[in-house]
């Protein structure tokens, strides 16, 4: 047994998964829930498909994994068109929420399923080198109903991951398990993909799970890709402002570029002037939102305490919330837009009061520009940012 090789996914010089949907629709009566869909998902990565209840993740597994018919578009699979190719003849394999097992079936016959149907030799070593991959050696003639939740979830990755699908697909695989396991299943989930090789297309709609697991994250709304990139790409600079709210928080100031200095793009907003580096700008005239992260905000008590350089915005200190790590602080400002501000909890800055006045300040850097007006969509855990109201002679902060 120990001489065994170890289990592997697609060997050397097989296709690696590289997936590509094309145009991809699914219509159900008038809902569209995917709609025209274009993504490009790289061979061997681990891809994360992120995005609220609803927005279309499940119905484009099922297109991909061929339980579902598009209503249009294609899915190429390293450029060979799958799109009406039988689920069984798909080199895919699907990690349902709710896993899915067989209740009748123990584990090992469990895992074992596929690899009887397509008659592979060494059914039982390839099950219990599987089984001892994801840490279930001794459990192979327990029943699924016998099982932890993460036990079963485990199964649920091994029953899938011996057929050496080129692309696994995961839903919400972890949805059902509390924090903590949650964590410790990521974390296995790693490890696996490092070991198995292969594509993993993993649909959450937990952004810090989809930011720690994966190398690229497509970011989906009502059916469409915001943004696709790294999890820092996505992070660092959202393309919209759905992106900038999904993933993290963002303050959002809406305002509208008046002019440009070298570099720089200049905005005004709530009656105050604001510069933004125009490569950090999604947009470079007209109705825009000005972003910045709440950890990028920083609190002092006089406009003169302010560094060179930054600018800020005058307020009060309104609900202030204890995070363990940062304390969160909502500042209303006197310029009638509410900011959130997060302050590590460094052991060394005093918690401030409600009531406090205080002076928010940020570089330029740090903020980014996004296409406003129309164009902004709200995320749900967001309030639309007010309108501006008419320009008040500028109070700049110091330039
Ligand atoms: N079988 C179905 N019949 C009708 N509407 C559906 C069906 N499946 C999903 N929908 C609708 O399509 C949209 C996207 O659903 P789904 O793909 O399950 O989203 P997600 O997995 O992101 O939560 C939702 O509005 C949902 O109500
Ligand atoms: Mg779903």
């Known amino acids: ?30 809902v569209t829930a995917v709609d025209r869909l274009d993504l490009t998902v790289p061979a061997g990565s681990f891809f994360a498909l992120l995005g609220p209840s609803g927005c279309g993740k499940t119905s484009t597994l099922r297109m991909v994994a061929g339980l579902a018919e598009p209503t249009g578009g294609r899915i190429l699979l390293d450029d060979e068109d799958i799109t009406r190719l039988r689920p069984y003849r798909r080199p895919v394999n699907t990690v349902f929420q709710n896993y899915a097992l067989f209740p009748h079936l123990d584990v090992f016959e469990n895992v074992a399923f ?18 001892s991959l994801v840490a279930l050696d001794g459990y192979e003639r327990q029943r699924p109903s016998q099982l932890s939740g993460g036990q079963q979830q485990r199964v649920a990755l091994a029953r899938a991951l011996v057929n050496r699908p080129r692309v696994l697909l995961l839903d919400e ?32 709609h937990d952004q810090e799970e989809a930011m720690t697991l994966a190398d690229t994250v497509a970011v989906m709304n009502a059916g469409r890709i915001e943004q696709l990139g790294t999890p820092a790409e996505l992070y660092e600079f959202p393309a919209t402002a759905f992106v900038a709210t999904f993933l993290g928080r ?22 105050r002037r604001f510069s933004v580096p125009s490569a950090r700008a999604r947009a470079d005239s007209g109705e825009v939102l000005l972003g910045v992260r709440p950890e990028k905000v920083r609190l002092v008590d006089t406009p003169e305490q302010v560094p060179a350089g930054h600018q800020w915005l005058d307020g009060t200190v309104g609900e ?24 590590a909890a460094d052991g060394e800055a005093p918690r401030i009061p409600p009531g406090t006045p205080v002076v928010a300040h940020w570089h330029p850097r740090h903020a980014f520009l996004l296409h406003g007006g129309s164009t902004f969509r709200d995320a749900g855990t967001a309030a639309p940012p007010p309108v501006p109201p008419p320009p008040v002679p500028l109070s700049a902060g110091p330039e």
């Open 1 to 30: 047994m120990a001489t065994e090789e170890p289990f592997h996914g697609p060997g050397p010089g097989e296709p690696a998964g590289a997936l590509r949907l094309v145009d991809l629709t699914m219509r159900y009566g008038d």
């Open 320 to 343: 202030v919330g204890y995070l363990g790590v940062s304390t969160e602080y909502s500042v209303r400002t006197g310029a009638g837009v509410e900011l959130s501000v997060f302050a």
């Open 250 to 271: 963002s303050n959002l100031l809406a305002g509208r570029v008046y002019g440009r200095d070298g570099d720089d793009l200049l905005v005004q907003a709530y009656g």
């Open 114 to 131: 596929g690899l009887r149907r397509r008659r592979q030799p060494d059914v039982a070593g390839q099950v219990r080198r599987m089984l």
């Open 173 to 204: 695989p972890l949805g059902a398990l509390d924090l903590a396991l949650r964590r410790r299943m990521q974390l296995e989930l790693k490890r696996l993909r490092a070991e198995v090789g292969g594509t993993f297309v993993h649909v959450t």
